[in-house]
């Protein structure tokens, strides 16, 4: 049955549920209905991309990336029913709804303030199994939402297998070493500040949710499944898993490829590079691939990186060229098969070659040189990521008093607690989280009337 696209296994939910007979939806189009209706979803309009939230109402937000990935993941898996009709991964290619269900649920576990705010619930679990955001989106959709009695989302086995990003659990992959370990910065006299680098976590699922992969995994052959969770230690830093599955490689790659393209773009129209950054954050040999694509779409002249380059730098012509930017990419997609699967959801992946693959990856650096690691964005996330200590630390003292009384309800039911406090700050928006710390800490008066 596994190696059957249509196979009940693949559509199989964890917790029993029959669709109306009346109800002309499949197992992908339920899916993708949950997903989209789902409170996690929702709350992605109030979390940061990149940009700070407020400071315009131009760029992406995490909900309108992640709507982006969905769109691009479609179009890569409509690229690859065109170009590889007769591959034998062709009646594994994902269908546009399924495809699109996943690349929608990517970023579902992401804190408030983003990375920073990762980092931040990092350490604040440093003692209770720790917090990565892909791991969080996997306990969101199997735990937390409540479309099912006990199992969140209840989704279809192959939607979840598309989320599952790094299919090894925290206590594996996370690091020993003294360096990696969550802590404080030292040097500090007046104010407690946590150390970034330190708390950084590995990429992986939660421990929280081990039955749940176990289950994802139960129909594959266990030599396939060890091979599939396996993971390699790296000196110096954490665990790095080495596999994922097919429709999980597409969702990653148009991951890749909104952050790269579509968040230059917000960089471009919000005046956080101008052309001279472009130039020197983007080498003419690195966008060979797109250059030699641009010119059949058209005319540069003679120069046609100073062509790109000045054409990116314009509000009049730079969505024409982002737009070609992504198409370019879409066309080149290719499928890999890994050798040691013979369960095709595992044995297939997509990749891009080389050129294309240099071309993307000079893009997503360009955005973490040029954007990520500049100060004004370094300052409102390292903001954020205290904001959020303070406010889980000031809930963890005192959670019968503290906690709104639907999660008090959790807490008190729950054997990890502190894993519910985690739940219930790395839910928060942006906004929610600032409005809690304002509660919590500052000195103007507040009111019973304020939404907690």
């Known amino acids: 049955m596994i190696f059957d696209p249509n196979a009940n296994i693949w559509g199989a ?6 669709p109306s007979t009346s109800d002309a939806r499949d197992a992908a189009a339920t899916d993708y209905g949950r ?3 789902s409170s996690s979803f929702r709350r992605l309009q109030g979390k940061t991309q990149i940009l700070n939230l407020g400071d315009s109402d131009f760029y992406r937000n995490r909900l309108t990336h992640s709507i982006e990935v969905a769109q691009v993941a479609g179009g890569i898996a409509l690229q690859l029913k065109k170009d590889f009709p007769d591959h034998e991964a062709s009646p594994w290619i994902p269908n546009l709804t399924i495809i699109q269900a996943i690349g929608a649920t990517h970023d579902l576990g992401h804190p408030p303030f983003g990375h920073g705010g990762e980092v931040a619930l990092h350490y604040a679990m440093r003692g209770d199994g720790g917090f990565e955001g892909n791991g969080q989106t996997l306990r969101i959709l199997s ?8 199992n969140g989302a209840n989704l279809s086995r192959r939607s979840l297998l598309g989320v599952l990003k790094y299919p090894a659990p925290m206590s594996a992959v996370r690091s020993t070493d003294e360096k990696l370990m969550p802590a404080l910065l030292g040097g500090a006299s007046v104010v407690r500040l946590i150390n970034r680098k330190a708390c950084r976590p590995p990429k992986c699922y939660l421990n929280t949710e081990s039955d749940v992969v176990d289950w994802l995994l139960d129909p594959v052959p266990r030599v396939e499944r060890d091979l599939f969770t396996a993971w ?4 110096g830093d954490h665990g790095k898993t080495r596999h994922k599955s097919f429709d999980c490689s597409i969702m990653d790659l148009a991951d890749d490829i909104a952050f790269g393209v ?9 005046g956080l590079m101008d052309a001279d950054d472009l130039a020197s954050a983007l080498p003419e040999e690195s966008c060979r691939s797109f ?7 058209e005319d540069f002249g003679n120069d046609v990186y100073a062509g790109l380059v000045k054409a990116l730098s314009d509000d009049a012509t730079r969505k024409r060229n982002i737009g070609r930017m992504v198409t370019h990419l879409i066309t080149s997609v290719r499928i890999r098969v890994e050798e040691g699967f013979e369960t095709p959801l595992l044995r297939y992946r997509v990749d891009l070659p080389e050129p294309q693959r240099t071309f993307l990856n000079t893009l997503k650096k360009a955005v973490k040189e040029k ?3 500049s100060a004004r964005v370094q300052q409102l996330e390292f903001k954020g990521q205290n904001m959020v200590v303070a406010v889980f630390e000031a809930l ?27 739940d219930h700050v790395s839910g928060m928006t942006d906004g929610f989280l600032l409005r809690t710390y304002e509660r919590l800490f500052s000195p103007r008066m507040g009111s019973v009337f304020d939404r907690i």
Do not use: N
């Open 262 to 270: 579509h968040d230059l773009e917000d960089a471009l129209t919000m």
């Open 13 to 18: 939910r964890r917790e029993g549920w029959k």
């Open 291 to 297: 250059l030699d694509y641009i010119q059949t779409r």
């Open 143 to 150: 735990r937390l939402e409540k479309f099912s009695a006990s």
């Open 371 to 373: 954007v990520i690691r």
């Open 35 to 37: 997903i989209i209706h």
């Open 232 to 235: 390699e230690p790296v000196e």
């Open 396 to 422: 963890a003292t005192d959670p019968k008093s503290l906690l709104p009384e639907s999660t008090k309800a959790r807490y008190e039911a729950a054997d990890e607690k502190m894993r519910v406090i985690c």
